[in-house]
């Protein structure tokens, strides 16, 4: 028993537009409409720029097939078959430098889950390829967040306190915060975004000591609680608002 941590993947551990970009593309072909697909790229850059509002990549590239007529079939179908491209050359992704070690220092003083909407299609085998498939204690897969996150944080809290990491923050933080969860968030929006979280930067790699101090601040108050039963204060710690500087 002790603190947990829990990752999301798309935008959050894998970055770059490699894999947004395979599921545009894989839409205009099963459209048989290039017009769709220069305007799924227009809406990624859009989107990456912060000209563009939307939940993400993925949703700005579907918002365009969906006035193109694009049925939820169809997009489902895109979706499924980009996904066994991730991370080769037609959906490459750039993972944080030195993943692989914090991994290994957080999972010494903390559980270190994934949880991501994504199927396990493509993720098991980039995790495998980059060497990072004992990295989670645990992972969880088709998620549906924000609903499906529920049980794994609620699961998560009757271990110990839980940091919740991810760049979308309906989907991946606002479950955690209302649970009484920390929050982490990160992506290029992260600076626009004002909701209330305990750390926030652009790039994950920012807050790897930020997020091994709240996981080693947490696991000593936790120990602290079942040695001394008088009241303990909450060990609280972080960037509680920016961490990119």
Same mark, same amino acid.
């Given at each position: 028993m002790g603190p947990t941590v829990i990752f999301d993947f798309d935008g959050t551990i894998a970055r770059g537009s490699g894999p947004v970009v395979a599921y545009a593309k894989a839409l205009a072909e099963r459209a048989a409409n290039p017009d769709l697909l220069v305007?799924?790229?227009?809406?990624?850059?859009?989107f990456e720029s912060g000209s563009l509002n939307a939940r993400d990549g993925y949703g700005a590239v579907a918002?365009?097939?969906?006035?193109?007529?694009?049925?939820a079939a169809d997009?489902?179908?895109?979706?499924?078959?980009?996904?066994?491209?991730?991370?080769?050359?037609l959906a490459p992704v750039d993972l944080p430098a030195d993943l692989a070690p914090f991994l290994q220092r957080l999972? *010494?003083? +903390?559980?270190?889950?994934?949880?991501?909407n994504a199927p396990a299609t493509g993720v098991t085998q980039l995790l495998g390829a980059a060497g990072l498939q004992h990295g989670f204690a645990r992972m969880f897969f088709d998620v549906g967040k924000p609903d499906g996150l529920v049980p794994i944080l609620a699961e998560a809290l009757t271990r110990g306190p839980v940091l919740s990491v991810?760049?979308?923050?309906?989907y991946d933080l606002a479950p955690a915060a209302r649970l009484g969860a920390a929050t982490a968030l990160v992506g290029a929006h992260s600076s626009r975004n004002r909701f209330e979280v305990t750390m926030r930067a652009s790039r994950?790699?920012?807050?790897?000591?930020?997020?091994?101090?709240?996981? *080693?601040? +947490?696991?000593?108050?936790?120990?602290a609680s079942h040695e001394d039963p008088q009241p303990q204060t909450n060990?609280?710690?972080t960037c509680s608002r920016d961490c990119s500087h």
């Open positions: 305007e799924s790229l227009r809406a990624i850059d859009a918002s365009a097939a969906t006035s193109h007529g694009v049925t997009m489902n179908a895109a979706y499924l078959w980009s996904r066994e491209l991730l991370g080769s050359e999972g *010494a003083i +903390a559980d270190v889950w994934l949880a991501t991810g760049d979308v923050y309906d994950l790699v920012t807050l790897f000591p930020a997020i091994e101090d709240w996981a *080693a601040t +947490a696991a000593l108050s936790r120990d060990g609280d710690m």
